[in-house]
T-cell receptor
Framework: GAVVSQHPSWVICKSGTSVKIECRSLDFQATTMFWYRQFPKQSLMLMATSNEGSKATYEQGVEKDKFLINHASLTLSTLTVTSAHPEDSSFYIC?????????????FGPGTRLTVL | DAKTTQPNSMESNEEEPVHLPCNHSTISGTDYIHWYRQLPSQGPEYVIHGLTSNVNNRMASLAIAEDRKSSTLILHRATLRDAAVYYCILRDHPGNTPLVFGKGTRLSVIA
C-alpha cells in the first residue's frame, strides 16, 4: 500500500495560538486529501475534502476560517487550526486518494494528536 | 451513503476465527462494501472490499449475503494485533470520494 505521513504526530499548544499539521503522500500523487477529526471513544468525522490546486470543501458545521486547509501540491496538504481552544483538542487524521493507486483503497496518515491548554 | 449497523463490541480468543457482522439493508446496487480497521492511536487501514462475490486477501475474508443486505468480515485466526475498531462502510463511488465512518465494532482479543 501507499504511505501517508503526518507531522507532527502530537502537539501541545496554548489557547489562542495557531497550529499547522502537514499531511504528505510519500509514494504517489494525491489529487484529493481528506481531513478527519476524532474525539476520544468516538468515530472519525469528516471535516473537509481538498483537491489539489482548488479550495477545500468543508462539511456542515466545520468553520472554514478556523480550519484552514491548503493543498498546493500533489503530495502535501496542510491543516491549520487557527486560534485554537481547548475544545479543538482532538486526534486529526488525513487520508489521501489518487487514481489509479487508490481507486478502491484510501490511505490514511497515522494521525496528529492536538492538545490545547 | 447508505447506513450500516454493527455490534458495538465483540470479543475473541487468540488464534480462533472471528466473524464480524454488518447489516446494510438499504444498500444500493452500486454500493461497494468496504472494511477498514483502526488500531489504538493510529489512522485507519484498509482491510478488504467487495461488491457481490465473496473476497479473500491476506488479511481477511469478506462474505457477502446473496441479497447484499449484510456482510461478514472473517479473521481466520485472531491475534492480539488484530484488536482494533472495525468499520464497515458502504461507498457508491470508488476513487476520490470520502469514507464516511460509523461507530464500528471494537474487537478485543484475549490471550
Amino acid at each position: 500500500g501507499a504511505v501517508v505521513s503526518q507531522h507532527p504526530s502530537w502537539v501541545i499548544c496554548k489557547s489562542g495560538t495557531s497550529v499547522k499539521i502537514e499531511c504528505r503522500s510519500l509514494d504517489f500523487q494525491a489529487t484529493t486529501m481528506f481531513w478527519y477529526r476524532q474525539f476520544p471513544k468516538q468515530s472519525l468525522m469528516l471535516m473537509a475534502t481538498s483537491n489539489e490546486g482548488s479550495k477545500a470543501t468543508y462539511e456542515q458545521g466545520v468553520e472554514k476560517d478556523k480550519f484552514l486547509i491548503n493543498h498546493a501540491s500533489l503530495t502535501l496538504s496542510t491543516l491549520t487550526v487557527t486560534s485554537a481552544h481547548p475544545e479543538d483538542s482532538s486526534f486529526y487524521i488525513c487520508s489521501a486518494a489518487g487514481a489509479p493507486k487508490s481507486y478502491n483503497e484510501q490511505f490514511f496518515g497515522p494521525g496528529t494528536r492536538l492538545t490545547v491548554l | 451513503d447508505a447506513k450500516t449497523t454493527q455490534p458495538n463490541s465483540m470479543e475473541s480468543n487468540e488464534e480462533e476465527p472471528v466473524h464480524l457482522p454488518c447489516n446494510h439493508s438499504t444498500i444500493s446496487g452500486t454500493d461497494y462494501i468496504h472494511w477498514y480497521r483502526q488500531l489504538p492511536s493510529q489512522g485507519p487501514e484498509y482491510v478488504i472490499h467487495g461488491l457481490t462475490s465473496n473476497v479473500n486477501n491476506r488479511m481477511a475474508s469478506l462474505a457477502i449475503a446473496e441479497d447484499r443486505k449484510s456482510s461478514t468480515l472473517i479473521l481466520h485466526r485472531a491475534t492480539l494485533r488484530d484488536a482494533a475498531v472495525y468499520y464497515c462502510i458502504l461507498r457508491d463511488h470508488p476513487g476520490n470520494t470520502p469514507l464516511v465512518f460509523g461507530k464500528g465494532t471494537r474487537l478485543s482479543v484475549i490471550a
